[in-house]
């Protein structure tokens, strides 16, 4: 009988989770489990034999993940035919002696996991699910079962790669989250509808969603198709138990939606993370010869509107080619904003008319960045930037405070990687970072195309103008150069510079960057005196205080401000036509005399 055939007889029982009875047997999940294929086979035949002896149809093989990408993380990447030969021999052998069909299903999963998809490119993706099906089909599968696809392109690319090796059957599962999409934000009408053009005999879901989640999405997809569907939920939620997981849902339960999953219309039932061979027994006992119900197929699956925000001020500027003069100010220390507002009504009246809010720089406590500029915004009306770092911070809290910014109105950031404030016993060695600044970049650069961290599709697309630093003192100038480059490549549409002191280096970058042809604003921040100059020159890294400025301040004595001033405004005419702007630093107790007078330089 082909599984075909049997499709049409009655429902199907696929078996359960792999992965949780290895782990429950002690293994970490964080190794390789297809990897046990080689190194205990025997553990693994007991648990394919443990779901033989349950009543299934179907035996998936301890494949998922057995691809050169996934292996590699753990050492074991030229392994990879080894493994999933391995892994089709332990599962056919455990179906020996059994006098009824079962049909063993090579498990494929996705090339790569969520959060590398967007490092990978898609035929690298091809070749390593190409390597795999092909040892599959060799060791001598019945059918190929894609499993938990969070992204329908990556589905397809797996089907069609599949469909040109082999012509044995294809079951084709998405996976779906609890918001009835997939993590690619396809929806069941979309997925049903793709894959009905494609050479699968059968499609459906596994994973991620727990029974009556699941029940949901079969009755979906059975709107939109009339191809065999698929169900294999999760044992509902995992709670930590130790170093532990356990997955309260119990087989009576579960074996309760499977048959109200096949009485909506799914030709196969099993169970994925969670499930055990107890929750499958429950599952064949409950549905005898049970029949899916069927359905027609329906019209094509509507296109999504897509709305697009406006533009911040600066990028107008920058379009129309206006010189741009902004000031920079810091959030003040003590949690308040009084004094940032007084600051910036002060620098308006003297036609500053764009702050940049630095990130922040101080143990003590502060109003963000972000919420400064929200505030000064609304306060002062004029247009505020802000700056955000990525240290401390999760991919998905910078994306939940990005969309909540820019839902507030905020069109422009400036991105940077950023540091901690110094402290504790080892101040230098505080702080987590997820990503850093190009990492960043490449999310804000999504959320303007509409898509979030994971791929997802957005209801609107962002219209973020994004900034990035780049250091004409750093110390490895090739180094910085490539990072400089790597920004814009991945997003970034104008780039300010950190303090300059001397022009010769910032001109030589200016020239290496200038076929990326994106707009660069100079930092300025006019010395103070002889020991700021020397403090800047030699403790702090990647500055470059040229001698003839430190002889200059060092010269200037009680005129250090008049002479820092001077310093800058004759740096500023030297770079004036190098950059599209500048950016006048207030920190470290300046005063409005201090960088008044570049305000409006002459050409």
Not at 341 to 359: P, S, Y
Request: charged fraction near 20%.
């Amino acid at each position: 009988m082909t599984f075909a055939e049997a499709l049409d007889e009655r429902a199907l029982v696929c078996d359960g989770a792999m992965g949780t009875m290895l782990h429950a047997a002690g293994n970490s999940l964080d190794r390789a489990l297809p990897e046990l294929n080689l190194s205990n086979p025997e553990l693994v035949s007991t648990v394919h034999e443990s779901y033989v002896a349950a009543g299934v149809d179907i035996l998936l093989t301890n494949t998922f993940g057995a691809n050169r990408l996934r292996l590699a993380e753990h050492g074991r990447s030229t392994s990879v035919r080894d493994i999933n030969l391995a892994g089709v021999r332990v599962a056919r052998q455990a179906r020996r002696g059994v006098d009824r069909t079962i049909f063993v299903g090579g498990s494929v999963s996705p090339a790569v996991s969520a959060s590398q998809r967007q490092s990978v490119r898609a035929d690298e993706r091809v070749e390593v699910i190409r390597d795999q099906v092909q040892a599959l089909v060799d060791g001598g599968v019945d059918l190929l079962v894609l499993e938990a696809f969070g992204y329908l392109d990556e589905l397809v690319e797996a089907v069609e790669v599949a469909a040109g090796l082999t012509e044995l059957p294809i079951l084709a599962q998405a996976t779906f989250t609890a918001e009835g999409v997939t993590p690619g934000g396809e929806t069941p009408h979309e997925v049903a509808g793709t894959l009905s053009e494609l050479p699968v005999v059968a499609l459906g879901a596994n994973c991620t969603v727990g029974p009556q989640r699941m029940l949901s999405v079969v009755e979906e997809l059975r709107r939109y198709t009339t191809f065999p569907i698929s169900a294999q939920p999760n044992a509902g939620l995992p709670r930590r138990v130790g170093r532990r997981f356990e997955y309260s849902v119990n087989g009576d339960y579960l074996a309760g939606y499977a048959r109200r999953c096949v009485a909506a219309g799914a030709s196969v039932v099993g169970g994925c993370c969670g499930t055990t061979p107890t929750h499958i027994r429950d599952i064949v006992t409950k549905l005898g010869d049970l029949r899916p119900k069927q359905q027609r197929r329906a019209e094509p699956a509507p296109r999504r509107p897509v709305v697009q925000p406006e533009q911040s001020g600066l990028a107008q500027s920058l379009a129309e080619r206006r010189f741009v003069v902004a000031a920079q100010i810091s959030p003040p220390a003590g949690g308040g904003a009084e004094e940032a507002t007084e600051l910036v009504v002060k620098l308006r009246e003297q036609g500053i008319d764009l702050i940049f809010v630095a990130a922040l720089g101080s143990a003590r406590a502060q109003v963000s960045s972000a919420s400064l500029t929200l505030h000064l915004e609304r306060e002062v009306g004029v247009e505020t930037i802000a700056t955000v770092t990525t240290w401390d911070k999760t991919i998905m809290t910078l994306q939940a405070d990005l969309l909540g910014v820019h839902t507030f109105g905020m069109r422009a950031v400036v991105c940077e990687t950023g540091n901690p404030p110094l402290r504790g016993d080892y101040p230098n060695a505080d702080g987590i970072w997820e990503v850093d600044s190009v990492g960043l970049i490449e999310l804000l650069a999504g959320l303007n195309d509409g898509r979030d961290c994971n791929g997802l599709t957005l209801a609107t697309k962002t219209s973020f103008h994004i900034g990035a630093r780049f250091n004409p003192g750093a110390e490895d100038l090739d180094a910085e150069l490539a990072r400089a480059r790597a920004k814009i490549n991945t997003g970034a549409q104008f780039l300010i510079t950190r303090p300059v002191y001397e022009v010769d280096t910032l001109a030589a970058m200016l020239a290496e960057l200038s076929e990326e042809d994106v707009p660069v604003l100079m930092a300025v921040s006019p010395l103070v005196g002889f020991a700021e100059a020397e403090y800047l020159a030699h403790e702090v890294p990647d500055v470059r205080i040229p001698p003839s400025v430190l002889a200059a301040m060092a010269e200037a004595g009680d005129r250090g401000r008049e002479t820092g001033l001077k310093l800058a405004i004759d740096l500023l005419t030297e770079a004036r036509p190098l950059v599209q702007g500048v950016v006048l630093v207030m920190r470290d107790g300046r005063k409005l005399a201090d960088v008044l007078p570049l305000v409006r330089p002459e050409p």
